[in-house]
């Protein structure tokens, strides 16, 4: 497809369960973007990546969170024993340079951690 | 910290009225102010986008305005429709950093 696109669209852990999540960018788009949405609030950075670089990690709430890209394209968003307040729509975008420029977002992973 | 406030949280309208939607935010300069919509369990997509130096932009029935004196954004939706609901999220990028609003969640009724 065209635009980005993100597996699963929703996922059940049980706490303490290691979840990955994937996101395809769409193809050609240098830099990608991982953020978390909590219910009825605005999405909140995470991380950034320019390639396989990951430029930003900042809004890693911790380092149960991990993110990589490593050939530059799809990327991966694993969170490891998970807990209940990681309990978040994860949203990936991608954009064509960098993070001033338009940013295309996937449809998000539902977490619900038990 | 930088910080977007929305306001309302959420409103009601009847289809066919116009409704606005304010964004506060404390970033200053800034790279570009976006407004996005939302819609239930999709990703945000982009409706304007504004320069720091711009002071409305329209696409369609949206048009955005922005006062950097008091540091405000609007987005105004001309002659609603039903498919206007959804939430509107205001987003500051000011360098690397992308800062959210919490967004304003809109219902248009018929």
């Known amino acids: 497809g065209a635009g980005v696109s993100q597996s699963p669209r929703y996922k059940v852990a049980k706490r303490g369960q290691d979840v990955a999540l994937r996101c395809d960018p769409i193809?050609?788009?240098?830099?990608l973007f991982w953020y978390q949405q909590a219910l009825g609030q605005g999405p909140e950075f995470l991380t950034y990546?320019?390639?396989?670089?990951?430029?930003?990690k900042s809004g890693l709430p911790s380092d149960r969170f991990f993110a990589e890209r490593p050939e530059g394209s799809v990327s991966t968003l694993k969170i490891q024993r998970t807990q209940q307040e990681d309990s978040a729509v994860y949203l990936c975008?991608?954009?064509?340079?960098?993070?001033?420029?338009?940013?295309?977002f996937g449809p998000g992973t539902r977490l619900t951690v038990l | 910290k930088n910080q977007v406030e929305q306001s309302p949280q959420s409103l009601i309208i009847l289809e066919g009225k116009n409704c606005t939607l304010q964004?506060?935010?404390?970033?200053?300069?800034?790279?570009?102010l976006r407004w996005y919509k939302q819609d239930t369990g999709r990703g945000p997509v982009s409706l304007t986008i504004m320069t720091f130096s711009e002071n409305t932009k329209s696409n369609g029935r949206y048009t955005a305005t922005l006062d950097a004196d008091t540091k405000q954004s609007s987005l105004h939706i001309t002659a609603s429709q039903l498919s206007d609901s959804a939430s509107y999220i205001c987003v500051v990028h000011e360098g690397n950093m992308l800062t959210f609003g919490g967004g304003t969640r809109l219902m248009v009724k018929p």
């Open positions: 990546f320019q390639n396989e670089a990951q430029l930003d």
């Open positions: 975008a991608s954009s064509s340079g960098g993070p001033a420029d338009t940013q295309y």
């Open positions: 193809s050609g788009h240098v830099s």
């Open positions: 964004c506060n935010y404390t970033v200053s300069p800034f790279s570009n």
